[in-house]
Structures are given as C-alpha cells and as structure tokens.
C-alpha cells in the first residue's frame, strides 16, 4: 500500500471525540509505564528492541500516548500517517525492528482498553484498530519512503561519519 | 562593494548550504561562518542565506540525526552555530526603511525548536519590521502578557512538535477573548502547519506560511 492510500484511508477515521483528550493527557504517563511494563515482560523484548534500547523504549511510550491525546484533540490524518511514518525511521535506525511495532500497538490499545471507561476507550478505538491493521504497510513503505518531515530537506547528504 | 562579476548569485546558494554544513559537520565553525560572510560581501541578502543555505541546512542536520548519522550533541552544536552565524549576519537586516510595524514572535508552551522563528524575526527585521523575540518555551499566557504590553501589528506563533497544535489553538482563543478589537494579526508557522495549511484556520489563526518569505508577505497584505 502507498503512503497515499493510507492518507486517504486515514482521512476517513470517524473524527475522534476532542473531549476526551484533557483525560488521555492526564492518564499518558501511567498508561506509558503501564505499556512499558508489559514489553518488559517479555522474553524476547532484547531481539524487538536491539540491545541498550530500553530507555528508548520508555520514551517512545511516553511520546505514544501523549501523540495521542493531541491527536484526539485535533485530529489531522496527515499528521497521524506522516508521525508514524516518522517514528518507524527513527527508531528503526536505532535499531528498533518491526517486530516491536507488531507488539507494541496491540499492547498499546490493551493498556488504553484498560485504563480508560468503556464508552471512553470506544471514541478512540477507531484509531488503534487502523494503527494495527496497517502497521504492515507502515513498516513496508518505511523501508523505502520518507516522511514528509525529511523531505523538507534538500541537500541529502549521505550520512555521516559511517554512522549506522 | 563586489564588482558585478563577483556579485553572488542565488544560484550558488545550494552549493553554498553544501559547503556550510559539511564544515559545520568537520565542526569548523569559524570557516562556516567566514563562507556565509563572503557571500554577504558579495551582496548575498539575509533572505537568500536563510531561506537558501540555512534553512536546508538545518532541515538536514534533522534528518542526519532523525536517521541516526549525527548524535543530538551534533545537532546542538549546528544549531547553536548556525546562531552565531546569524548573529554576525544581524546588521545586514537594518538596512531597509522602517516601516513602523512591529511583530512579536514566540515558541509556544514546551516549544523547545526556535531557530526557525529566530530566523523568521530576523527577515522581519530585514523587511523593516521591528520585532519582539520571546524565543523558546513561551506560556500562553505570557504572550498575552506581551501582546497587551508591546501592542504590535502581528503575532507570530511558532510550534515544531505537533502538541503544540492544541496549545496554539487555546492561546488564540485566550487572546482573541482577552483583546478583542485590539488583538493583532496572528500567524502560526511550524512543521504542523506546513504539513497541514489547513490546520491555521483550525486553530482560529489568521494565516500561516510555508517560509519566512510567504510569512512577510502574508503579513504585510494582513497589516496593509
């Protein structure tokens, strides 16, 4: 799937429900550490994640559900596939695998599922269940295509210094 | 002043960013900065060095670190450079007629990003304009503070990350509230809004640019 149909696609989400986002902002860190306690439990996070990565991850938990509750807020599908997509690179380049996006949505709208009311947890759902179903074609088109925000620049050095 | 042969051409500018950044990457500051001198005394102007060399330039030492080529210690360090670049460049901006507007421009709430709003003050200043820098991690409630105290022409909003995006909406709201009549033009600027235009009048500003040089001139037509 291309970048553009997942903007379309992403384009027709039912509008998230702007209420709701004082609350997920409120709840973003302890659904973080509730999310990053649950990677932790499992015995191949190291082969996720790559080795030293953690803190990492605890940050990018942190950033997921505090994205969220802005998304909710104002909710922008161009902004929501080009932070994806965004994302993707930049921890993949640290070497995060795709493995961990595959665990680590559906662990994400488990700890939302269980920290939010139910009719709470059913304005934003729309949103994780897109984020899974396409986390496949996120993790292909990022391999090969960058996010709006790289784009932006023009001279496209290789990189520097043999940095990986 | 350059003889017209040796006069800078916009069109070097590029070659220009690629030479800037490569120094800033061997962290060779001064000659980075005696590169854009030159181009200065050639009769580069301040837009052509921000919008052409400066401004890629700092969206590739993003991506360089985004992709994991630089440290973040490097990206500082370009950007803190790039600064002091500016600064030496500053005087070429007040060259122009005053036009007797003024222009108050901040990063919003935990906006840590303000090189580009520097920048975007800087070709304010260049277009006559004076301006009122609030820089970095601005409460919303401080620009309302200033904005009632300095009484300019225009506002300037900047947000990098997109939770900014709510945090700009509600500081709109606050001051179109507090200010009515007398609250100024408003523009926002930041990666949000040029990935998303739409998202300015979303948040109840009045415009928004994809650069400095559409942001003067959508200001000036705002002001006018």
Known sequence: ?164 | MAAPTDRFHPCEAEKLAGTYLELMLQARRNDALRCIQKAIARGASLSDIYLKVLQPVMYETGRLWQINAIDIAVEHYITAATQLTMAHIFPHALSKKRTGKKMVGGCLGSELHQLGLHMLCDLFESEGWDTYFMGAATPGKSFLTVVSDQHPDLLCISVTMQRGVPEARETIELLRAKLGADCPKILVGGLPFILSPGLAAAVGADGTGTDGAQAVALATQLTS
């Open chain 1, 1 to 164: 799937m291309m970048k553009t149909m997942l903007l379309e696609s992403a384009a027709q989400l039912p509008l998230p429900d702007p209420a709701l986002s004082s609350l997920l902002a409120q709840k973003s860190a302890v659904m973080a550490e509730a999310l990053t306690r649950r990677m932790e439990m499992r015995p191949d996070l190291e082969t996720l994640i790559g080795p030293g990565n953690r803190g990492l991850m605890a940050t990018n938990h942190i950033n997921h559900f505090e994205y969220i509750s802005t998304l909710v807020s104002l909710y922008d599908p161009a902004s929501f596939v080009e932070t994806v997509l965004w994302a993707l690179r930049t921890y993949m380049s640290r070497g995060f695998t795709a493995g961990y996006w595959h665990a680590m949505l559906p662990e994400a709208q488990n700890t939302a599922k269980e920290h939010l009311q139910q009719d709470e947890y059913s304005r934003i759902s729309p949103l994780y269940t897109w984020l899974c179903s396409h986390i496949a074609d996120f993790v292909v088109i990022s391999g090969s295509t960058a996010s709006f925000y790289e784009s932006l620049s023009s001279i496209q050095r290789e990189k520097h210094g043999g940095a990986n």
